[in-house]
């Protein structure tokens, strides 16, 4: 049976604020109905940044590429060349198919792009250019004919890097706003922002609750809520390691629960040691040591088999597997947001260059969904055609008879018309056509 050797102090995190939500549909309606004024008012309020449009112009978008330095360029270029080669190969595993299921009946789907979409990249604690490799580029690896983008301004002014990763990764507009106006603004639309169709990206609880509610009027890709870590290790590595892993994603907010499950107490307690000893050098060990104290937990299990059930109990974000087999893992898991395998890898890696992408599901969302891939940039639409009157006919019999067990007369009109002129067959109205068995 498993044994918690530390538990977390503070309550299980859920999306219900009420109050959070009463601020953010204040916020969306004001926008709404206000527009770009709403917008200009709102930027000012929360950011203290004050244009007469959000947009972006092309000298603009040049100047921030030109702030980068050379390194800068290289590292963010390799990093979308990792991405966009994994959405690519994602992509080419999506095929359109057609099939005749009977003979006369053609039946297919295609994956068509969705037209306008619009990318959320954060930026008020942290920077967080990555981002926009995550959600912009992924976007138009899929097709999608018009990719927007918003991130907020970074102490005050334009986040010169996120915008030179916007770039890059191909947004067809950039804007300097952030918040729930930003969002507002892409899913309502104003006077100069044409509406978009879904929208992407993480955010603070304020987006992430402007992008619950607007759900429905827009896709959205995923309910996002604090960062989630899960080590699952034994004693093939040690107790720095895990406690670094362990940190390097708590940093994220006071809020990040950071967990490890292993079956070697002294490796539990080592890392007990060594997160100790790293939260004194730490540089953000105050937002570490906080989300540490109140959402970091340890489990110790008595098997690798119990490993995956507890694993798969906590559905974590980013799971990291150091152990001596971590495929174990791989082939048993079943609730997780990304896998992380072997020492050799780890978290920030994902969070930043490999190419898988780092928006991923939260709060126990694993158990039914993955994470933002360039399939969710994607419409599987169905179609069909019926090529012979004798399939239409046969089609229209069945369809027929099962309308009418659901009480429907008019749907079962749609097919008799059918039968009759395609089948030659006299079938009363609204009756059921006959059957091989009359």
Same mark, same amino acid.
């Given at each position: ?46 950011? +203290? ?71 959320? %990249? ?20 899929? #097709? ?44 309502? +639309? ?25 759900? +429905? ?91 995956? %059930? ?8 980013? %799971? ?32 930043? %260059? ?20 360039? #399939? ?46 395609? +089948? #030659? ?14």
């Amino acid at each position: 049976m498993a044994e918690q050797i530390k538990a977390p102090k503070a309550a299980s995190l859920t999306m219900d604020n009420a109050a959070l939500t009463e601020a953010v549909q204040g916020l969306l309606r004001q926008v709404e109905s206000g527009g770009d004024r709403a917008v200009r008012e709102l930027s000012n309020r929360f950011d +203290g940044f004050d244009r007469q449009t959000y947009r972006l112009s092309k000298a603009e978008i040049e100047n921030s590429l030109d702030s980068l330095t050379k390194q800068e360029r290289e590292d963010l270029e390799f990093a979308q060349d990792q991405i966009r080669n994994f959405a690519q190969a994602q992509r080419n595993s999506l095929l359109d198919i057609e099939v005749e299921t009977v003979p006369g009946v053609v039946l297919g789907h295609r994956n068509i792009p969705i037209q306008n979409v619009g990318c959320y %990249v954060p930026g008020g604690k942290y920077p967080l250019l990555a981002s926009a490799h995550m959600t912009v580029l992924t976007a138009k690896v899929a #097709g999608c004919e018009r990719v927007i983008t918003c991130a907020p301004p970074f102490k005050g002014k334009i986040a010169d890097k996120i915008v030179a990763a916007q770039s890059l990764a191909g947004a067809d507009e950039i804007y300097c706003m952030g918040g729930v106006q930003a969002i507002a603004a892409m899913a309502y +639309g104003t006077e100069t922002i044409a509406p978009v169709d879904m929208l992407a990206g993480p955010g603070n609880a304020y987006v992430a609750e402007a992008k619950r509610l607007l759900f +429905g009027k827009v896709g959205i890709d995923l309910f996002a809520g604090p960062t989630e870590t899960l080590v699952i290790a034994d004693d093939s590595v040690d107790g720095e390691i895990v406690a670094t892993d362990l940190l390097g994603q708590a940093e994220h907010g006071p809020n990040s629960p950071a967990v490890l499950i292993t079956n070697s107490r002294k490796l539990a307690t080592d890392t007990l040691s060594e997160i100790e000893r790293l939260l004194q050098i730490l540089p953000t060990r105050e937002i570490a040591a906080k989300a540490w104290e109140d959402y970091g937990e340890i489990i110790l299990c008595e098997s690798v088999e119990e490993m995956v %059930v507890e694993a798969d109990r906590v559905a974590s974000e980013h %799971v990291q597997v150091m152990t001596a087999d971590p495929d174990y893992f791989l082939n048993n898991m079943k609730n997780y947001g990304a896998l992380f395998l072997g020492a050799r890898t780890n978290v920030a890696f994902g969070d930043k %260059v490999i190419g898988t992408n780092h928006t991923l599901p939260t709060d126990k969302a694993a158990r039914y969904t993955g994470g933002l891939w360039v #399939g969710k940039f994607l419409k599987t639409c169905t179609y069909q055609r019926i090529l012979t009157d004798e399939a239409s006919a046969q089609i229209g019999r069945y369809a027929s008879r099962l309308c009418l067990m659901e009480g429907f007369a008019g749907h079962a009109e749609q097919a008799n018309i059918r039968v009759r002129r395609y +089948g #030659g067959e006299n079938v009363g109205y609204a009756m059921a056509a006959g059957s091989r068995h009359d």
